[in-house]
C-alpha cells in the first residue's frame, strides 16, 4: 500500500515539518515496515515559462532555437520537441536541475547556446504505465493558469510525497488511507475527520434491479444502479492520487471506483448496466464452467470460485476480476455498483490462479462491513460530483454479517504482566484513546470497544500488543526471566562424532537435501519408494535424497573441478524415504575421501580402502562399539568397486557400507562410507568404566603361513582366537605378501599374537603350547604351509 | 722430595697438553694407574724412614689430590666441549617448512550452532530436534495457521502429499514439544534444525537453517516481553558483539500475540548506514513474540495459566553475520579452501 502525503491530509493534519522519512521511520516503530519512502517526483528545479520565440534552428531539421520566458529572466534553449510553438506554457528545467535523465548544464547544441530544457512528462519520472502518447512524444502542453516562474510540479500537482508500505498480513485495515490516517492520528496523538458521504437521490426510479445471493462465501452485497453518467477525464486530483498509489487513470468513472477502493479499502465493481440486464446472481461456479476475463482470458473455473452471473452466464469473477461483457466503457452511460465482501479464502485460491491484483488482495485479507456501506455511499458522492450521475434511490442489500464494535476486557496488570512493564492504568487509557478505541470501567476491569475496523484484534493479546506498539518497544528495558537453576541438555553424540572424525583429518560439509529423481536410488540397493515433491523449482530438484552419498559428490566434483584433488569430507544429516505408504527420515553420517591423507606425525599416504576402514574403526570404537561390529562383503550396489567394498555390521544388523568407488561412476579413486546412525544408535553403549591394568609382562609370539589368496583374514582370525584361548588377549596382522617365491593362487600372511595373564607371570612353557596349538588349528583348517615363526 | 717436585712440574706440563677426553684417560693411567708415576712415588714410602715417611707421605697425597682435582675439572669441562661439537654437527635450518599434521575443520555452521547451544544450555535450555518431513498439522494448524490462513502466502512450501510438506519453520518442533509435555512442564529450548521454503532467488535458497528458542512457564514466573528483550540482547551480544544494541519493530505471526522483528545495530558500520544494511544502520537478525494462546491452548497448556515467549533467528545469517561470509551460496558450496578456514578457535 502506498501512501500519499497529499490524499492523507484530506482526512489528517500532519505537521509541514515532519518529512516523509520522519513518518516514515515513525511507521516502522509501530510495525509498518516500507520499501520506499520520498518524493513523488524526485526531479528539480523545474518551473513553468512561456514560450516567446520560436526559430529554426541553422543546423537541423528537427530543433529549435526558443527563447522561454522563465519570469526572472528569458532564457535561450534548444528544443527538439515538435509540438514546441510560441506562446505555449511549458515545464522548464533550469541548469543544474537533476533528472532521472542526469543532470541539466548550461552549454552549446550544435553550436547554439542552451541554457535549460523544455521537459515531457516521461523526463519527470513518472513510471511508464502512467504515460499517454503525448506524455512521451512532445514536452507538455500547460494551461494557462500556470504561473510563470513558478513551481512545475506544484502547478501539475505532483507535488506529492509517498511511502510504498509492506504491510503485515494481519493489517488489512492499512490498505486504504483512511486505516492509514487512524496509524498516523494514533501515533501523532491526532483525530481522523470526517469523510463526506452526501449525495441526493433520484427518488421513485422504480428499478427492476433483482439480486440473488446464493453462495455462502459472500457475507454482504450491495447494488446500486447509477444513470445519466457522463464520461472524460478524472478531476486533476483523483488522477494524480491513483498516479501516486501506483494506479493508472483512465477515466472518471473507472477512477472513481479505485478511488474508493484506495480511500476506503473496500474493492469496488462497476458494471455496465446496459449489458448486464437485471439480474445479478452470486453463486458458487460450476465445475469446469467457462468466462471470459476483462483481459481477454478465456478460463475455466471449479467449484472453489465464485462467480457473479447474469440471469444469461457467468460475467465476472468475484473479487478477482470482471468479465469483458459488462466493462465500463467509453460509451456507458449507466452503471451498477457493487460493493461485497466474499470469502477471504476462495478469494485467495481464485486470484492465485488467475491474477493477484488490488481488489483480490483486500478481500484476502478481510473488510469491515462498515467500509462496505461507506465505499457505495463515497462512490456515489464522487460520481455525482465528478460524472453528473444520478444516482439511484433503492439499493439492494443483502447482509449476512453483524456488526457489532467487539468489546474485550482487559486489566492493567494483564497488560504489564506480558508486557514486563509498569504502565499506569491513566497511560492505557491514553494509549486506546489515541487508537480510537473507547474504554470504560467495569468491577475495576476496563471494557476495551475496538472499532470495527481492526479485523485483526480480537482478543486480550491483540490490545497487549497495541499498548505494546503505541507506548514504544524500545521504552521496554530487557531483563532475564526468573527461571529455576538447571542444567539443560543437547546432542552430545553428533558433536563427539564431529570432533572425532575433524581430528582425523575430514573437512565437515553441508548440502542440500534436493536431488534428480532418477539420482535417488543411486548408491543403494535398499528398498523403498522416493519422496517426490508435488511442486517442485525444477526437474534437478524434484526429490529428496535417500542416500547423502549423490550430494557429497557433487561437493567432491566441484572441488576437483577447482583442481583441488585432496578431498576428505563428511556430513551428518536425513535422507528420506517412503515405506508402506509411510514417510520416513533417517539419520546418516557419510564420508567420502581421495587423494592424499595425512595421518599420524608427517606421514601422508595416497587414500585406500584401509584407511577409510581405519576411520570408521577408530569411529566405532570412539563411540564405544569396540568389539561389536565386523566388516563383511556381499552384493553391492552398481557404484561401488565389487571387490573393494564392504557393509558395515553392528550385532549382525547391517548398518552401513563403505568402499571404493565403480571405475565408471568416477575415473579418481575415490572412498565413500555412508552409516546410518540411526541404526547405529539402536544399539546402546555402557558407561566407559575403568579396566584393571595386568600386573604381569605379556609375551609375543609371530608367525606366517601360506594359504589360499581368497581366505578372509578374519576368519583366520577367529581360527586363532579359538585355539588361543583365554590368555591369548591381542591378535593382529602385521603383514600381507604375495608375489615371488608364493604361488600364484597363494598369499602369505603374518600375525603377531599377545599372550597375558592376569593373576601370574606366564612361562615360555605355558605359551608355547598354546602357540604352537593356535599353529596347528590354522595349518589344519586351510591347509596351510607354515613360513615362519618365533 | 725432590722425585716428588719432577712428578709435579711433569704434571703440570702434561695437563697442559691435554685437549682430549681420550688423552686425559691415558694421562690418569700415567700418573694413576697400576705403574703410574704418583703410583710409583707410593711405593717408595716403605722403603724411607720413619722421619721421611711422614713428610713424603704427605707431599705424594697432596699430588695425588692436585692430580685428581684438575682431572675432575678439566674432564666436564672436556665433556662439555664434546657435547656442543656434537649439537653443532646436528645443526637444522629452522626455518625450513614444517611437517604437516592436518586436522580437518568443522563447518561454519556448526561452529556457530555449538557455541549457541553452550550458550543456551548454560541458562538452563535443553537442544531438542523433530522431523524435517512434518504433517501439515504440526507445521501450520496447531501453530494457529488453519488450511487458507493467508500468512501461510508467507511461506510457500514443498508439499509431498496434501498433509506432508518439508517444514518451512523450526516452530513445528514446539507444537511437538509441548504435545509431549501435555501442559505439565515449563519448557526452555532452543530447536536448531533445516528448513525449506519454495523459493530460489538472489537472497532465499529453498533449503536454509533456523534456531528456534521457546519458554513456556508459568504466567507469574515472568516470561514477558521484557524477559525476551533480555534474553535475545544476550544471544545478539554474545554471538555479534557485545557493543550491539536492539530495535524491536511489531510484526505479525499467527504463532505469537505480541510479534515482532528484531534488528541489531549494523555491525558493519556500526549503526552510520552501509550496503550491508542498506542505510538504515540496522539490520534484522530475530523473529520473536509472546507465544499466542491459541497456540498454547491447542498443545496441551492453559493459557490462562501458562505463558512464553518465542524466538527465531536464521541460523545460516547469524552464522554469516559472525564470520563475516557475504555471500549465503559459499556455505553451501563447501570449496575445501573455504572450509579450511575454519580450523581454529575464535578470538575470545
Do not use: W
Given at each position: 500500500m502506498i501512501l500519499s502525503r497529499n490524499f492523507v491530509r484530506d482526512y489528517l493534519p500532519l505537521d509541514d515539518d515532519l518529512s516523509i522519512s520522519d513518518i516514515a521511520l515513525d511507521m516502522v516503530k509501530v510495525g509498518n515496515e516500507y520499501d520506499s519512502c520520498g518524493p513523488l517526483i524526485h526531479a528539480t528545479n523545474l518551473v513553468?515559462?512561456?514560450?516567446?520565440?520560436?526559430?529554426?534552428?541553422?543546423?537541423?531539421?528537427?530543433?529549435?532555437?526558443?527563447?522561454v520566458d522563465v519570469g526572472t529572466e528569458v532564457l535561450d534553449i534548444v528544443c527538439g520537441a515538435p509540438n514546441v510553438r510560441e506562446g505555449l506554457k511549458v515545464i522548464v528545467a533550469l541548469v543544474d536541475a537533476k533528472l532521472p535523465g542526469g543532470v541539466i548544464k548550461s552549454g552549446k547544441i550544435r553550436g547554439c547556446v542552451s541554457n535549460g530544457m523544455l521537459c515531457s512528462i516521461q523526463e519527470l519520472g513518472l513510471d511508464h504505465k502512467f504515460l499517454k502518447k503525448e506524455d512521451i512524444e512532445g514536452i507538455a502542453e500547460l494551461g494557462d493558469d500556470a504561473v510563470i516562474g513558478s513551481d512545475a510540479i506544484k502547478y501539475l500537482g505532483l507535488d506529492d510525497e509517498v511511502i510504498d508500505f509492506e504491510l503485515t498480513a494481519n493489517r488489512g485495515d492499512e490498505l486504504s488511507i483512511l486505516g492509514l490516517a487512524y496509524e498516523l492520528g494514533a501515533i501523532y496523538?491526532?483525530?481522523?475527520?470526517?469523510?463526506?458521504?452526501?449525495?441526493?437521490?433520484?427518488?421513485?426510479?422504480h428499478d427492476k434491479l433483482k439480486v440473488e445471493v446464493e453462495t455462502k462465501k459472500c457475507s454482504l452485497y450491495l447494488a446500486k444502479r447509477v444513470n445519466h453518467l457522463k464520461i472524460g477525464p478524472s478531476p486533476k486530483f483523483i488522477r494524480n492520487r491513483l498516479i501516486a498509489c501506483g494506479i493508472r487513470p483512465i477515466n472518471n468513472v473507472v477512477d472513481i471506483s479505485n478511488y474508493v477502493m484506495l480511500e476506503t479499502g473496500q474493492p469496488l465493481h462497476f458494471y455496465d448496466a446496459t449489458h448486464l440486464?437485471?439480474?445479478?446472481?452470486?453463486?458458487?461456479?460450476?465445475?469446469?464452467?467457462?468466462?471470459?476475463?476483462?483481459?481477454?482470458?478465456?478460463?475455466?473455473?471449479?467449484?472453489?470460485?465464485?462467480?457473479?452471473?447474469?440471469?444469461?452466464?457467468?460475467?465476472?469473477?468475484?473479487?478477482?476480476?470482471?468479465?469483458?461483457?459488462?466493462?465500463?466503457?467509453?460509451?456507458?452511460t449507466s452503471i451498477i455498483i457493487e460493493s461485497a465482501i466474499f470469502d477471504a479464502v476462495s478469494v485467495r485460491k481464485t486470484s492465485k490462479k488467475v491474477l493477484r491484483s488490488e481488489a483480490s488482495n483486500r478481500f484476502e485479507k478481510g473488510l469491515d462491513p462498515k467500509r462496505t456501506y461507506m465505499a457505495m455511499d463515497r462512490a456515489c458522492h464522487l460520481l455525482e460530483k465528478y460524472a453528473s450521475a444520478l444516482v439511484s434511490d433503492l439499493c439492494f442489500t443483502y447482509d449476512k454479517t453483524c456488526v457489532q464494535d467487539k468489546v474485550i476486557e482487559i486489566t492493567a496488570s494483564d497488560i504489564n504482566l506480558v508486557l514486563g512493564t509498569k504502565i499506569s492504568e491513566d497511560e492505557i487509557q491514553n494509549i486506546f484513546s489515541r487508537l480510537g478505541f473507547n474504554t470504560s470501567t467495569l468491577d475495576g476491569k476496563m471494557m476495551v470497544s475496538v472499532p470495527s475496523r481492526r479485523l485483526d484484534i480480537s482478543i486480550k493479546e491483540d490490545l497487549i500488543e497495541e499498548v505494546g506498539r503505541i507506548y514504544g518497544i524500545n521504552?521496554?528495558?530487557?531483563?532475564?526471566?526468573?527461571?529455576?537453576?538447571?542444567?539443560?541438555?543437547?546432542d552430545k553424540t553428533t558433536r563427539f562424532i564431529r570432533n572425532k572424525l575433524v581430528d582425523l583429518g575430514l573437512n565437515e560439509v553441508l548440502t542440500q537435501i534436493f536431488l534428480p529423481e532418477e539420482m535417488v536410488h543411486e548408491y543403494t540397493l535398499d528398498d523403498f519408494e522416493t519422496v517426490r515433491l508435488m511442486d517442485p523449482l525444477s526437474v534437478e530438484k524434484n526429490a529428496l535424497r535417500y542416500s547423502l552419498i549423490p550430494s557429497l559428490m557433487k561437493v567432491y566434483q566441484y572441488n576437483r573441478a577447482r583442481n583441488l584433488s585432496d578431498i576428505c569430507i563428511f556430513e551428518m544429516a536425513k535422507g528420506f524415504y517412503k515405506k508402506e505408504n509411510t514417510y520416513s527420515e533417517e539419520y546418516k553420517l557419510c564420508i567420502?575421501?581421495?587423494?592424499?591423507?595425512?595421518?599420524?606425525?608427517?606421514?601422508?599416504?595416497?587414500?585406500?580402502?584401509?584407511?577409510?576402514?581405519?576411520?570408521?574403526?577408530?569411529?566405532?570404537?570412539?563411540?564405544?562399539?569396540?568389539?561389536?561390529?565386523?566388516f563383511v562383503t556381499g552384493e553391492y550396489p552398481l557404484e561401488f568397486h565389487p571387490y573393494q567394498s564392504a557393509y558395515i555390521e553392528v550385532a549382525g544388523k547391517r548398518i552401513g557400507i563403505l568402499g571404493k568407488l565403480h571405475p565408471q561412476k568416477v575415473k579418481d579413486d575415490v572412498y565413500v562410507a555412508e552409516i546410518s546412525l540411526d541404526k547405529l544408535f539402536v544399539n546402546k553403549v555402557g558407561k566407559n568404566k575403568y579396566s584393571e591394568l595386568n600386573k604381569y609382562p605379556s609375551i609375543k609370539k609371530d608367525f606366517a603361513v601360506i594359504l589360499d589368496k581368497d581366505i578372509p583374514a578374519d576368519?583366520?582370525?577367529?581360527?586363532?582366537?579359538?585355539?588361543?584361548?583365554?590368555?591369548?588377549?591381542?591378535?593382529?596382522?602385521?603383514?600381507?605378501?604375495?608375489?615371488?617365491?608364493?604361488?600364484?593362487?597363494?598369499?602369505?600372511?603374518?600375525?603377531?599374537?599377545?599372550?597375558?595373564?592376569?593373576?601370574?607371570?606366564?612361562?615360555?612353557?605355558?605359551?608355547?603350547?598354546?602357540?604352537?596349538?593356535?599353529?596347528?588349528?590354522?595349518?589344519?583348517?586351510?591347509?596351510?604351509?607354515?613360513?615362519?615363526?618365533? | 722430595m725432590r722425585q716428588v717436585e719432577d712428578v709435579r712440574s711433569k704434571m703440570l706440563y702434561d695437563y697442559e697438553t691435554v685437549i682430549r677426553l681420550d688423552e686425559l684417560n691415558e694421562l690418569k693411567v700415567k700418573y694413576l694407574g697400576k705403574k703410574g708415576l704418583i703410583t710409583e712415588l707410593n711405593s717408595q714410602i716403605k722403603n724411607l724412614d720413619k722421619e721421611e715417611k711422614k713428610a713424603f707421605g704427605q707431599a705424594v697425597n697432596e699430588l695425588r689430590g692436585l692430580f685428581l682435582e684438575k682431572y675432575e675439572k678439566l674432564k666436564k669441562r672436556l665433556e662439555e666441549d664434546k657435547i656442543r661439537e656434537q649439537l653443532e654437527g646436528e645443526k637444522i635450518d629452522v626455518t625450513l617448512p614444517a611437517t604437516k599434521i592436518r586436522r580437518g575443520s568443522k563447518h561454519p555452521m556448526s561452529l556457530a550452532i555449538e557455541e549457541i547451544?553452550?550458550?543456551?544450555?548454560?541458562?538452563?535450555?535443553?537442544?531438542?530436534?523433530?522431523?524435517?518431513?512434518?504433517?501439515?498439522?504440526?507445521?501450520?494448524?496447531?501453530?494457529?495457521?488453519?488450511?487458507?490462513?493467508?500468512?501461510?502466502?508467507?511461506?510457500?512450501?514443498?508439499?509431498?502429499?496434501?498433509?506432508?510438506?518439508?517444514?518451512?519453520?523450526?516452530?513445528?518442533?514446539?507444537?511437538?514439544?509441548?504435545?509431549?509435555?501435555?501442559?505439565?512442564?515449563?519448557?526452555?529450548?532452543?530447536v536448531p534444525g533445516k528448513t525449506y521454503r519454495r523459493e530460489d532467488?538472489?537472497?532465499?535458497?529453498?533449503?536454509?537453517?533456523?534456531?528456534?528458542?521457546?519458554?513456556?512457564?508459568?504466567?507469574?514466573?515472568?516470561?514477558?516481553?521484557?524477559?525476551?528483550?533480555?534474553?535475545?540482547?544476550?544471544?545478539?551480544?554474545?554471538?555479534?558483539?557485545?557493543?550491539?544494541d536492539l530495535r524491536f519493530r511489531p510484526s505479525y505471526f499467527p504463532f505469537t500475540e505480541p510479534s515482532y522483528e528484531v534488528d541489531v545495530t549494523c555491525f558493519k558500520c556500526h549503526g552510520k548506514g552501509c550496503n550491508l544494511c542498506k542505510d538504515t544502520g540496522w539490520i534484522e537478525v530475530f523473529a520473536a513474540g509472546m507465544v499466542h494462546p491459541n497456540v498454547l491452548r491447542m498443545n496441551g497448556y492453559d493459557p490462562e495459566v501458562w505463558g512464553g515467549f518465542a524466538f527465531g533467528p536464521g541460523w545460516d545469517r547469524i552464522t554469516m553475520f559472525r564470520y563475516g561470509i557475504p555471500d549465503i551460496r559459499l556455505m553451501y558450496q563447501n570449496d575445501i579452501r573455504f572450509l579450511q578456514e575454519f580450523d581454529r578457535k575464535d578470538g575470545e
Open positions: 513553468v515559462g512561456q514560450v516567446l520565440e520560436v526559430k529554426m534552428h541553422p543546423d537541423s531539421d528537427h530543433l529549435h532555437l526558443c527563447r496523538n491526532k483525530k481522523v475527520g470526517p469523510i463526506d458521504l452526501s449525495y441526493t437521490v433520484e427518488k421513485n426510479c440486464g437485471d439480474t445479478i446472481v452470486v453463486r458458487d461456479a460450476r465445475e469446469g464452467e467457462e468466462l471470459v476475463t476483462l483481459d481477454g482470458v478465456a478460463r475455466t473455473l471449479d467449484s472453489d470460485d465464485i462467480v457473479i452471473a447474469s440471469s444469461k452466464e457467468a460475467i465476472g469473477l468475484a473479487g478477482v476480476m470482471g468479465g469483458a461483457t459488462t466493462e465500463v466503457m467509453e460509451d456507458t521504552n521496554i528495558k530487557g531483563k532475564l526471566p526468573l527461571l529455576g537453576i538447571r542444567s539443560g541438555s543437547y567420502v575421501m581421495s587423494g592424499e591423507y595425512y595421518f599420524s606425525l608427517g606421514s601422508k599416504k595416497m587414500v585406500d580402502f584401509y584407511i577409510l576402514k581405519g576411520v570408521i574403526e577408530e569411529l566405532l570404537h570412539a563411540l564405544g562399539y569396540e568389539n561389536r561390529y565386523r576368519s583366520i582370525i577367529s581360527v586363532i582366537k579359538k585355539a588361543g584361548g583365554k590368555k591369548l588377549t591381542g591378535v593382529s596382522v602385521f603383514d600381507v605378501y604375495s608375489g615371488k617365491n608364493i604361488d600364484e593362487d597363494k598369499k602369505s600372511i603374518a600375525f603377531s599374537l599377545t599372550f597375558e595373564d592376569y593373576s601370574k607371570t606366564l612361562t615360555d612353557e605355558e605359551v608355547n603350547v598354546l602357540f604352537e596349538k593356535v599353529i596347528a588349528a590354522v595349518l589344519e583348517q586351510y591347509q596351510a604351509v607354515l613360513r615362519d615363526h618365533d | 547451544e553452550d550458550l543456551f544450555v548454560s541458562m538452563g535450555y535443553d537442544v531438542v530436534s523433530g522431523p524435517e518431513l512434518e504433517s501439515d498439522e504440526y507445521c501450520f494448524e496447531r501453530l494457529n495457521l488453519p488450511k487458507g490462513h493467508p500468512a501461510r502466502d508467507m511461506q510457500d512450501s514443498f508439499y509431498i502429499t496434501p498433509d506432508y510438506l518439508l517444514r518451512t519453520q523450526t516452530s513445528s518442533v514446539q507444537a511437538r514439544y509441548m504435545m509431549e509435555r501435555q501442559g505439565k512442564t515449563p519448557i526452555r529450548i532452543i532467488d538472489a537472497t532465499h535458497a529453498p533449503q536454509f537453517s533456523q534456531i528456534e528458542g521457546l519458554v513456556v512457564d508459568k504466567k507469574e514466573n515472568h516470561v514477558s516481553l521484557a524477559d525476551l528483550k533480555g534474553t535475545l540482547e544476550v544471544f545478539a551480544r554474545h554471538m555479534l558483539g557485545s557493543n550491539l
